[in-house]
């Protein structure tokens, strides 16, 4: 079966720094990260495409940096000077057949 896998989430305090990790399975790979507080909807953080142009949401502009890892088929998220506002849910998507495909996601927890 196809399937995304997230990890790298984490409780980090204000200012510091998680790489987050998405693995796909053999036939797919992932394009972007999003992202879902509660009570919010769930909004883009970054994408990549196949020429490598970086598409990033306007709040994590600057702060991070979204990468794929060929070799391992990984889709990866650098996030430097996190803020408590960047809390949420973590989630991968892919794409296959024109049907959307998400992991479970990981969770991103920035408190002090």
């Known amino acids: 079966q196809v399937q995304l896998v997230e990890s790298g989430g984490a409780l980090v305090e204000p200012g510091g720094s998680l790489k987050l990790s998405c693995a796909a399975s053999?036939?797919?790979?992932?394009t972007g990260w999003y992202r879902q507080a509660p009570g919010s909807h769930r909004e883009l953080v970054a994408e990549?495409?196949?020429?490598?142009?970086?598409n990033y949401g306007d709040a994590v502009k600057g702060r991070f940096t979204i990468a794929r890892d060929i070799i391992r088929n990984t889709l990866i998220l650098q996030m430097n000077n996190l803020k408590p506002e960047d809390t949420a849910v973590y989630y991968c998507?892919?794409?296959?057949?024109?049907?959307?495909?998400w992991g479970q996601g990981t969770q991103v927890t920035v408190s002090s």
């Open positions: 998507n892919a794409n296959l057949g024109g049907h959307d495909i």
């Open positions: 990549i495409g196949d020429g490598g142009v970086r």
């Open positions: 053999r036939g797919i790979f992932g």
